[in-house]
Nanobody, 124 residues
Framework: VQLQASGGGLVQSGGSLRLSCAASGPLFSYRAVGWFRQAPGKEREFVARVRWSGGSTYYADSVKGRFTISRDNAKNTVYLQMNSLKIEDTAVYYC??????????????????WGQGTLVTVSS
């Protein structure tokens, strides 16, 4: 399956953005779909994931309470609602899909499909 991320842009600190990840094939065939991000000069890091069956979610501590991941089965799309954005949220955001075991859900290598990334820039 191919993943297409969109929705990035420039936003002021404290603002909101919603990222979308549209899949070319059925996402229900994957155990989990998620988001990672990579800030300039930093390592890529896990942001959030949702299990396609059941819809349970898990977040990185840095975004917990501010970001919400959700899925739309009918549209075969996953969203990342980002509120109360901070300058340190500036990064390229990537959506991923795969069948990671629980301990690998926060690892990039735990997934099998990766989108091209969308840039989020938070200004002061």
């Amino acid at each position: 399956v191919q993943l297409q991320a969109s929705g990035g842009g420039l936003v002021q600190s404290g603002g909101s953005l919603r990222l979308s990840c549209a899949a070319s094939g059925p996402l229900f065939s994957y155990r989990a779909v998620g988001w990672f991000r990579q800030a300039p000069g930093k390592e890529r890091e896990f942001v959030a994931r949702v299990r396609w069956s059941g819809g349970s979610t898990y977040y990185a501590d840095s975004v917990k309470g501010r970001f919400t991941i959700s899925r739309d089965n009918a549209k075969n799309t996953v969203y990342l609602q980002m509120n109360s954005l901070k300058i340190e949220d500036t990064a390229v955001y990537y959506c991923v899909a795969g069948n990671p075991i629980s301990s690998a859900e926060v690892m990039w290598s735990g997934y099998r499909a990766w989108g091209q990334g969308t840039l989020v820039t938070v200004s002061s």
